[in-house]
């Protein structure tokens, strides 16, 4: 029996044809994944069924839920339908405490019409324990980790009583023995009858959760397979269309003298008073090297890097440069040191979405494309104009807006805004989060031919599977300090978590 | 933008003929247009850039009063307009500085410093107009160069100069950089401190200046100058397309956001419509653009 039908659904935006004549079933109890890379309409198909995007004029098709037919044209509508989404972004109310959180507009009323805290309370309670958390709902979930606030999501999800959820790469920011835990949780709700649609980019997880895979590309049906079936290359080909060969590119280098090294760096933590998140962290790395730096999320890995950078006070430490020690208090100073730095959020602190393409990736350089402040435009096109070419960044024209690019277009625009300022030393926060598999594998590619040109890159990533497979070397992060190094013959996943979790 | 205004235009000319007349076109439109141009350039500036200025207001008054009094005190006149747009500077530097170090939100320090200086302007003036100026003094605006009245041809050179700063040099770029997203543009090694004290400097000073030029064309300087001006020439910025939410506008769309709102006004004047119906219309366009402008940016960002 199908709980939900999608029958030849199109969506266009203006002439943009986004999603052709799509169907997707889903059946009961059943976890279903949609795959495809960036631009597929993944997203698209998701936000029409639960009413983000109106069911108007620009859209096609048929959409039966239990039997009937449905259209949205709120996400509300879609709530009380029984459809709830969980969102990739952690969409909490930081300051509002998880009680709050999770019966956001639907809070029960007493008879006098006033909201009644006690079921709100027990409400929430219950539903977390349900879900193996046991927590204070009282304390606002801005002291709460990511894994945790996602957990409070769900529960928040729950308490609408869905008969279907989506949840869009909800992984994102989660780490391993996190993500193992939100798919037992996944696994736990089918057993009570909920069934999923997942979505995510991260091949692993989804070929371990889904009964069934759907895979889309430029809009339409490209493919499904039963789980029988699930063939790791077969589903990549199908996503992007031809075959990757070498999902990690080898390379052979010789590693050189030392490039940077850090000594005692202590970070203060961001969000809790008098706390450090990172105490007397050491490392470093050579010319050419790979290194990973493995931890978990809220491990300080980020904060570290950016405190390196700059971008973050430090409470103390030291920096040395090819020896040297060098002082760096705004990223300013560490771009012109030759140390660059790439965000782990794109859209926080990456891009800037209100500017174009070409803007965005000379941002770093506009000191050396103008004299005297007057702007070399021709310059700033050629230089621009190069790296698109040199990156294979696609789009129709450079002075286009940066949100027309799928999210790995833009994530190579703004690695060619660092790359232009000719670094020797690059951070990598998340290179990969959130683009496809056929961008990941082109940022894997640039990741060693900069190596081999002899720039030390410092990569954190939460796929480990990735982290183990591009870097030299590891320094793992636990309990706030850099706690020990490995060499890339005597890692493995299970060695690497271990130590992340401070078990060693 | 252009389009509706030149459609206007025609229509207000076919009612009501004074409206193209040389005299009307010259001296009340361009002339009045310029008064507010001067400040609205600066004011682009700031809204491209994420913040906003209420100061300007009171700034303007400053400025003529400073470069009153100094006249009045025999100080020569290029000095004392030197002293004026000094004042200018330093206010809107004071601006600049306490919302970097201390984080405050521009909206209620430039609120804040909109107060002081209207202050200090009643304090050092007892709310008297500073008179009588010089008529070497009263001759800068007066006079007319090629039949238009000087302060028409500087707010022109002003808009050139403005323009070429904004497209072609980098302090126009980290503007709509900062104003786009503060944190890439400090992250891709921008100084964006240095960038806003710079805006709001620049912005006290053309705030100054076209005080000054009032209390030339006045022959005084009036304590209360400038009272609610800021207002008029947010509206005229935001209506020539430039964002509230920062990281986009153009000077261009200011000269034509500010030619507009006073056409409006003229032509309403000239179609012999209240002074009380002006206020409300123009209100509604501004809610208009504004709306515009929100359409727009959630287009730009629907994919």
């Known amino acids: ?504 | 933008m252009i389009i509706p205004v030149l459609l206007f235009t025609v229509v207000v000319a076919f009612i009501n003929p004074t409206f193209i007349t040389k005299a009307n076109v010259i001296n009340n439109i361009l002339r009045s247009s310029s008064f507010s141009l001067i400040t609205a350039l600066g004011m682009t500036f700031v809204m491209i850039g994420g913040g906003i200025d209420l100061s300007v207001g009171s700034i303007m008054g400053l400025g003529g009063v400073v470069t009153g009094i100094s006249i009045q005190a025999n100080i020569p006149i290029p000095v004392s307009i030197l002293l004026g747009i000094l004042v200018g500077v330093i206010f809107g530097l004071i601006n600049g500085l306490a919302i970097v170090k201390f984080n405050l939100a521009p909206i209620m320090m430039t609120l804040g410093m909109q107060y002081v200086a209207r202050g200090i302007i009643y304090i050092v003036t007892q709310g008297a107009p500073v008179y009588p100026l010089p008529a070497e003094f009263q001759s800068i605006e007066q006079n007319s160069v090629l039949g238009m009245p000087t302060v028409c041809w500087f707010a022109l050179l002003l808009a050139v100069l403005m323009l070429f700063i904004q497209t072609q040099t980098r302090f126009g770029r980290a503007t709509y950089a900062i104003g786009g997203n503060p944190e890439s543009a400090r992250l891709s090694g921008i100084n964006v401190g240095i960038t806003k004290c710079v805006i709001y400097s620049m912005t006290g000073a053309f705030a100054a200046l076209a005080g000054i030029f009032m209390a030339s064309r006045l022959g005084s300087a009036q304590a209360g100058y400038g009272q609610g001006s800021e207002m008029m020439i947010i509206a005229a910025v935001v209506i020539g397309g430039t964002s509230t939410f920062g990281g986009s506008g153009t000077i261009l769309g200011t000269i034509i956001g500010v030619l507009f709102t006073n056409i409006l006004s003229n032509s309403m004047t000239l179609l012999k419509i209240s002074m009380y119906w002006q206020t409300l219309v123009i209100g509604l366009i501004l809610i208009l653009a504004v709306l515009l402008d929100g359409y727009k940016r959630k287009k730009s960002t629907a994919m």
């Open chain 1, 1 to 504: 029996m199908a709980l939900l039908e999608m029958k030849n659904v199109s969506k266009r935006f203006g002439n943009l044809m986004v999603l052709d004549n799509v169907d997707v079933e889903l059946r009961s109890h059943e976890t279903l994944a949609i795959l495809g890379g960036n631009g597929a309409g993944k997203s698209t198909l998701m936000r029409i069924l639960n009413g983000t995007y109106p069911y108007d004029a620009a859209c096609s098709g048929q959409i039966i839920l239990d039997g009937k037919e449905v259209y949205f044209s709120t996400a509300r509508d879609a709530e009380e339908a029984g459809i709830v989404m969980i969102y990739q972004e952690i969409n909490l109310q930081l300051d509002l405490n998880a009680a709050e959180n999770i019966y956001m507009g639907i809070f029960p009323r007493s008879n006098l019409g006033s909201i009644d805290w006690k079921t709100v309370k027990r409400g929430a309670e219950d539903i977390l324990q349900n879900l193996g958390v046991d927590i204070d709902v009282n304390i606002p979930v801005r002291s709460f980790g990511a894994s945790m606030q996602q957990q409070i999501c769900i529960a928040r999800a729950l308490v609408r009583k869905p008969k279907l959820l989506i949840l869009d790469e909800p992984t994102s920011c989660l780490t391993e023995t996190e993500t193992v835990r939100l798919m037992e949780t996944i696994r736990q709700l089918k057993r009570q009858g909920i069934s999923s649609i997942y979505i995510s980019h991260k091949l692993n997880e989804v070929m371990d959760i889904a009964d069934r895979i759907v895979i889309l590309r430029d809009g339409k049906n490209a493919s499904a397979y039963e789980k029988a079936d699930f063939d790791a290359d077969r589903i990549v080909e199908d996503m992007i269309g031809r075959s990757i060969s070498n999902m990690y590119p080898k390379v052979d280098k010789t590693l050189k003298e030392e490039a940077l090294r850090i000594e005692n760096f202590t970070v203060a933590h961001p969000y809790a008073r008098n706390k450090n998140i990172m105490e007397n962290a050491s490392f470093f790395i050579r010319k050419g090297e790979v290194l990973g730096l493995a931890g978990l999320v809220g491990s300080g890995r980020s904060e570290l890097l950016r405190a390196i950078f700059g971008a973050i006070p430090k409470h103390s430490g030291k920096v040395f440069i090819e020896g040297k020690e060098c002082e760096i208090r705004e990223p300013a100073q560490a771009l012109r040191l030759g140390l660059g730095y790439l965000t782990e959020d794109r859209k926080l602190d990456g891009i800037i979405s209100t500017m174009n393409i070409k803007e965005n990736m000379t941002l770093a350089i506009l000191k050396k494309l103008s004299r005297l402040q007057v702007m070399d435009h021709k310059q700033e096109n050629a230089i621009a104009q190069q790296y698109a070419g040199s990156l294979n960044i696609k789009f129709r024209g450079i002075n286009d807006g940066i949100m027309s690019l799928s999210g790995g277009n833009q994530q190579k625009v703004v690695l060619s805004k660092l790359l232009m300022s000719h670094l020797k030393i690059l951070f990598l926060d998340e290179p990969t989060r959130g683009i496809d598999v056929g961008a990941k594998n082109e940022i894997y590619k640039i990741i060693n031919d900069l190596a081999k040109e002899g720039m030390s890159i410092v990569i954190v990533s939460s796929e480990l599977a990735e982290l183990l497979e591009i870097c030299d070397r590891f320094v793992i992060l636990s309990k706030g300090t850099t706690r020990r190094e490995m060499d890339k013959d005597e890692v493995t996943e299970h060695k690497v978590l271990h130590a992340c979790s401070g078990l060693d």
